[in-house]
């Protein structure tokens, strides 16, 4: 090169969130959606966000090839700047076309807090996706009073209609878990209460309806309009009444044992124990990683309370030792949360005999109020 030729500026890369309340299945999406651009030969990042630290999310992400980011302690909106900077990691390190940003379950204004902000202060770097927002449909069916079941309290699907109200995209995820006149009669009321939000339907554990919405995603830039009214001191509490707790657990058995019996037992028993102290699990997941492993992980997850955990990865083999991360977040005092974990697993021994458990991390808490390090109300 030249003395006075300069060295070409790179394209802007694409940034897209998904975004959903907890147990909305986003961590299956942002992986499908990755796996998907990468068959393409598009390099990809992956950043993901809590208000705690040591994420299932991650932990599954990174198992499967993808250069991920963590970013702990708040979401998105309190954390603008980490999200650059993992961002700039992620470049030095991959150089991706694309960045797939999942922000926390309980998080909503990422327009007015993120996407606008990206674009007016680093608008030479990234092209926005529209943002997409994910449903359980089986969960929204009940928010919106059309099955019975179980619900949260007003104060936290405030959270929950506003990630909607801000969407561009809502995408009816788990569209196989209910029937067709359910997703009509879901659609409908969607498309009736959030009228400028494009509706579709999917499934990222099977990979059906992927294709239309991945479309979108990379072709459509997201629109300016009018940010929504948000009422902080009500986001505030309907937060602070969601109980957190992220654990890390070593297990070491006698001989080698049955690590997704073991994960399926731990899980039916903290549901057991939250349903008795009555309270309303919006997400528990874990993961469970073989010592000297490659990234052979089993996985459970439950996103009801009266729902059936689910072993969504499985060990091949048996096993004598291992990693546990969990994640359990609920709509309880956070020492209820911690009292049922701890004594579901004091029980693994009873159940398999030989297998120990050590508790080697454990924090629970109530979030904090959310404090935005910008906040837009127009793009440019």
């Not at 109200?165 to 009816?172: K, M, R």
């Amino acid at each position: 090169m030249n003395l006075g030729e300069q060295q070409e500026k790179p394209p802007p890369a694409r940034y897209i969130m998904i975004g959903g309340f907890l147990g909305a299945g986003k961590t299956t999406a942002v992986a499908r959606l990755a796996a998907a651009l990468h068959g393409r030969g598009v390099r990809v990042g992956l950043i993901t966000n809590d208000q705690g630290s040591g994420l299932v999310d991650t932990t599954t992400l990174r198992a499967r090839g993808f250069a991920t980011e963590e970013i702990p302690g708040g979401c998105f909106c309190c954390r603008f700047n980490s999200l650059v900077d993992a961002a700039g990691k992620l470049t030095a390190a991959t150089r991706p076309d694309v960045f797939i940003a999942e922000p926390v379950g309980s998080c909503t204004d990422l327009v007015a807090t993120v996407t606008y902000p990206l674009r007016r202060i680093y608008g030479d770097r990234f092209t926005i996706a529209p943002l997409s927002v994910l449903l359980d449909p089986q969960r929204a069916l009940r928010v919106f009073g059309l099955n019975e079941g179980r619900a949260f309290s007003d104060k936290v699907l405030y959270i929950y209609r506003k990630q909607l109200e801000e969407a561009d995209l809502v995408i009816i995820n788990k569209r196989d878990t209910v029937v067709e006149a359910d997703r009509t009669r879901l659609r409908d009321v969607l498309r009736r209460e959030f009228p400028h939000a494009e509706v579709l339907s999917a499934s990222a554990r099977h990979g059906d309806g992927l294709g239309e919405w991945f479309g979108r995603l990379m072709t459509r830039e997201q629109i300016a309009r009018q940010v929504m009214d948000v009422d902080y001191e009500v986001y505030a509490d309907g937060e602070a009444r969601l109980g957190w707790l992220n654990a890390t657990v070593q297990f070491e058995g006698a001989s080698e044992f049955d690590a997704n019996a073991a994960l399926e037992h731990l899980a039916h028993e903290i549901q057991r124990r939250l349903e008795q102290a009555g309270a309303e699990v919006a997400h528990l997941k874990m993961t469970f990683s073989p010592d000297g492993g490659l990234n052979d992980i089993a996985a459970v997850n439950l996103v009801r309370g009266d729902f059936i955990p689910e072993l969504s990865l499985r060990l091949e083999q048996r096993c004598a030792a291992g990693q546990l991360i969990l994640n359990l977040r609920a709509e309880a005092a956070p020492e209820v949360l911690k009292a049922a974990v701890e004594s579901a697993l004091s029980g693994v021994a009873g159940r398999f005999p030989g297998v120990r458990s050590r508790l080697d991390h454990l924090e629970h808490f109530r979030p904090g109020k959310p404090q935005p390090t910008h906040r837009l109300l127009t793009p440019a």
